[in-house]
């Protein structure tokens, strides 16, 4: 028997139709976070003439999703290894529909400040639940590539953005973010009406003492039957300290390794390629350029994560990571020397690289690693930690893009991010853990359910 034998269907079983379905269903809270987190970016095309913004405004505005994403993965990932997954799991979209709402309707820049970071909340929620969920439902040998394919989601949904606001620009004009806004509701209400149909994870349960509850579900939604009793029920008490437990010693190496990943990723990746269009509408080309150019650049992010699905399983997690960031480390200083040109073809295929290679490596691995390298106690608050220090990586980024961009020029502001990646890249070879094929138990030394 495997080391864990309570779990051994679900972790050494094949891919069932109705594990594909839970993760067709947290795909889509990701899909919706990539369409919400990259339409902010063609958005503010329009916004800034709309709203009259100044360049401050336009920073706070751009950040104000991350700041609620921030709240909401701290928040909602520790009330998840609480209470349960599921309730959060349909609560944090229904969050996210009545904001998407008020987003498109907004009458001021106030209004659409307070819904972004309404909005955000949700995402971030969301971030906290649907990578654990994943992980706690899929075989061991699939568990990443299954991880990994929510992520081809979140660069579909990036794509779109790019395709809407570049088709109905010439008809809506600046108008074009409204409807960019509301669009996302249609998918969203598709997501709550799925996910009631996905109970909560097995691991959790068994994890809070509910074992018969656990082979039920397990043998009805999975058509897997657990092993016999538990014969030491693994039972955590309900406490707002394990906050402490991702900093313990024997954890804390593993939470530096996902929280430095998901910042330096989202440092680079929101404070570049969020800003693409941005960037070219700066260096004085023209809207529709600006949007065809962020478009392109979008095909590459779907290429990449692509790319990373099919490698997560034979390459592993920790190689495509540290080569991901030595990518961008050489692409972001090779623009400080030509960003300030007015090369578009140039910068374009520089862009399309960095999207590549982002996407190749860490920005779609953070979903991958975090549930992996987290106890089932802990896992929804470390995910969550880690989420939340990839928003913090996000405010920063994409705050300080713009004003770098508009104050020293896009040459000098690469040097910034260039060291981040560097940095990110050095972490990686230091506390990166590799955790392809391993059962969640065998990551985290959890204790093991006999059957």
């Not at 009631?196 to 349960?205: G, I």
């Amino acid at each position: 028997m495997a080391e864990s034998d309570f779990f051994h269907e679900l972790d050494y079983g094949p891919v069932s139709k109705k594990v594909l379905f839970v993760t067709l269903m947290s795909g889509m809270g990701v899909f919706l976070e990539g369409y919400d987190f990259t339409n902010i970016a063609s958005a503010l095309i329009f916004l800034i003439p709309y709203f009259s913004l100044k360049p401050v405004e336009t920073s706070v505005l751009a950040v104000s999703t991350y700041v609620g994403t921030f709240i909401g993965a701290i928040v909602i990932g520790n009330l998840a290894d609480l209470f349960g997954r599921r309730v959060m799991y349909i609560a944090d979209i229904v969050f996210y529909i009545i904001f998407a709402i008020t987003s498109g309707l907004s009458i001021n820049y106030l209004m659409l400040v307070l819904s972004r970071i309404g909005l955000g909340f949700g995402i971030g929620a969301d971030q906290a639940l649907s990578f654990s969920i994943i992980a706690e439902v899929s075989p061991a040998k699939r568990r990443g590539m299954l991880n990994a394919s929510t992520w081809v989601l979140w660069t579909i949904a990036s794509l779109l953005t790019y395709v809407i606001s570049f088709s109905l620009y010439p008809i809506l004009g600046d108008n074009t973010w409204r409807v960019l806004f509301l669009l996302s509701v249609i998918p969203g209400i598709i997501v709550v009406l799925g996910r009631m149909y996905v109970p909560e994870t097995p691991r959790w349960l068994v994890a809070t003492g509910k074992v018969e509850e656990a082979k039920e579900y397990t043998k009805s939604f999975f058509n897997k039957a657990l092993g016999g009793l538990v014969e030491k029920p693994y039972i955590k008490k309900r406490n707002l300290s394990r906050w402490k437990e991702i900093f313990e010693r024997g954890q804390l190496k593993k939470t530096i390794y996902i929280s430095v990943m998901w910042f330096g990723i989202t440092v680079n990746t929101y404070g570049i390629g969020y800003f693409t269009p941005f960037i070219f509408r700066t260096l004085g080309f023209t809207a529709r350029a600006s949007l065809f150019g962020g478009m392109l650049v979008a095909v590459f992010s779907l290429l990449g994560s692509i790319t990373m699905m099919l490698l997560v399983e034979r390459i592993g997690r920790k190689a495509l990571a540290a080569t991901g960031f030595l990518v961008l480390t050489i692409i972001d200083f090779i623009l400080s020397f030509v960003g300030s040109g007015r090369h578009f073809l140039t910068l374009l295929i520089l862009f399309s690289i960095f999207e590549y290679a982002a996407w190749i490596g860490p920005a779609g691995l953070v979903g991958v690693v975090a549930p992996e390298v987290f106890p089932t106690s802990i896992r929804s608050t470390g995910t969550g930690f880690g989420a939340a220090m990839g928003r913090l990586g996000s405010i920063i980024g994409i705050y300080l893009a713009p004003l770098l961009i508009l104050s020293v020029g896009l040459g000098h502001a690469m040097y910034f991010y260039g060291a981040d990646a560097l940095i990110a890249f050095i972490v990686m070879v230091i506390f990166g853990v590799e955790t392809k094929g391993k059962t969640l138990e065998q990551l985290t030394k959890s204790e093991v359910y006999k059957g």
